[in-house]
């Protein structure tokens, strides 16, 4: 019946949308987004222009904005930036919670040692998609 049970014992349903993994430069390692006119390299080169931005007018950067029905949310750890959008319906406790696990399954999966050998060619973070299955949505939703 509930078989995505996941941190700390809630309920993880699929509520994210769409996500990318960013470097701290703005290259996009990994994406899945359902939308065809996104371009996943040109929305990482602007997430990590906001990012910088943001860091300049205030302590830590951004964490999270809405456009229209969708809420953005962005999580900074180890060089990499964590960009999901989910519905702002949702609750930001829940979706920060499920991008936070995928975070900790990537470096799980992706060692330190990995991340420092790593010659910039992101056909390695291909599989990642099998990982994270059970947070993202299948379909788009009408919002």
């Given at each position: ?58 302590n ?32 930001e ?23 420092e ?27």
């Amino acid at each position: 019946m509930y078989k995505n049970i996941g941190f700390k014992g809630f309920f993880l349903g699929k509520i994210l949308n769409d996500i990318w993994i960013l470097t701290e430069f703005g290259a996009t390692v990994y994406s899945r987004v359902l939308d065809p006119r996104i371009n996943p390299q040109m929305f990482g080169a602007l997430m990590s222009a906001l990012n910088l931005y943001a860091e300049q007018l205030s302590n830590g950067g951004i964490t999270n904005f809405e456009l229209s029905n969708l809420r953005f949310t962005i999580i900074k750890r180890n060089r990499f930036i964590f960009v999901a959008n989910s519905s702002n319906k949702s609750k930001e406790k829940k979706v920060l919670n499920e991008l936070s696990r995928i975070s900790d399954k990537f470096f799980e999966l992706y060692s330190e040692e990995v991340l420092e050998k790593w010659d910039n060619d992101i056909n390695i973070f291909a599989n990642f998609k099998i990982e994270i299955k059970d947070s993202l949505e299948e379909t788009t939703k009408k919002f």
